[in-house]
């Protein structure tokens, strides 16, 4: 079974005018490690399994939009129109195959569609309030200018530590954070080590969470990251570089009480060094 991401699996999912998000057949096969043929007729032994809502064909406009696209090419559909399966039938094809690729994998493409609808949202919300943006934000200006002078008065010299007040109190009273909007991508240092210590209490929870106290490698552990999605830098380098990152990672913290766990070395397996998580004893 090949390793799959939540992202890879969302970059397949098509998005059709007056259609509900869904993926082409072809591309669910290929997820659920079958073929296309297998994946359509296991919808027609099933026809109560599968109503219109669950599963489409396209009309050739639909199939139109997606040779523009390129997501389909002429080729590829000179016999018929691709059938597309929406989230509840991709899930339900799962159960339809009965295979452990199916089963597993079913559970990566509900999280998919999950994230691409609440993308969709987001982007809804933005475009619903975009026209009162203006006023937050003038209204946050001048509070942030009234609490910068406050922040100076009450003692507070440092600039960058009274510009963070100042954006605190805004935004507290205004709902508005101005400093994110005026500089986007900045993260404050106090912020940015909060989201690693976050990300670092996440990792070791769910290792205790599926391995207890069993020794494993670093390649078992860097797969739990990325099906988790933890926030966990392993670097842009290939699984290889992202294993020896990870393991020199862990060396780093080796014996150091993190969150109520100590992270220790258990020996070697096939030239892999295994790591093991132990609780603190209070």
């Known amino acids: 079974m090949k390793e799959v991401t939540v992202k890879e699996i969302q970059s397949q999912i098509i998005t059709l005018p007056g259609r509900p998000p869904a993926m082409l057949d072809r591309a669910l096969a290929e997820i659920y490690e ?4 297998s994946v359509n ?7 109560d399994r599968f109503p219109d809502d669950f599963r489409f064909q396209l009309t050739e406009e639909e199939t139109g ?7 389909i090419s002429r080729q590829s559909i ?3 129109k691709p059938y597309a399966y929406t989230r509840e039938g991709c899930n339900m094809m799962s159960a339809c195959l009965e295979t452990p690729v199916a089963v597993n994998r079913s559970v990566f493409i509900m999280r998919a569609f999950s994230a691409m609808e609440a993308g969709q949202r987001s982007q809804a ?3 619903s309030s975009a026209q009162t943006i203006g006023d937050f934000f003038d209204r946050s200006a001048k509070r942030f200018i009234t609490a910068l002078e406050v922040a100076k008065l009450a003692g507070i010299r440092d600039e960058h530590e009274a510009r963070l007040t100042a954006n605190r109190i805004a935004k507290e009273t205004t709902g508005f954070d101005l400093l994110k909007f005026v500089r986007p991508g900045y993260v404050p240092v106090s912020e940015t080590v909060r989201q690693e210590e976050d990300a670092l209490i996440t990792f070791l929870n769910i290792w205790w969470e599926k391995y207890g106290e069993e020794a494993v490698d670093s390649h078992y552990l860097r797969l739990m990251i990325i099906e988790n999605d933890i926030p966990f830098d392993l670097g842009g380098g290939k699984q290889r570089s992202q294993k020896i990152r990870l ?3 862990l060396g780093k913290m080796k014996g150091q009480e993190i969150s109520s766990y100590y992270i220790t070395e258990a020996g070697m397996y096939r030239n892999a060094k295994l790591w093991k998580l132990k609780p603190a004893v209070k």
């Open 34 to 37: 079958t073929d296309t043929r």
């Open 41 to 47: 007729q296991a919808a027609k032994r099933n026809p």
């Open 65 to 71: 939009i997606l040779i523009s696209q390129s997501v």
């Open 78 to 80: 000179a016999k018929s």
């Open 125 to 127: 919300d933005i475009k």
């Open 247 to 249: 393991s020199r990672t």
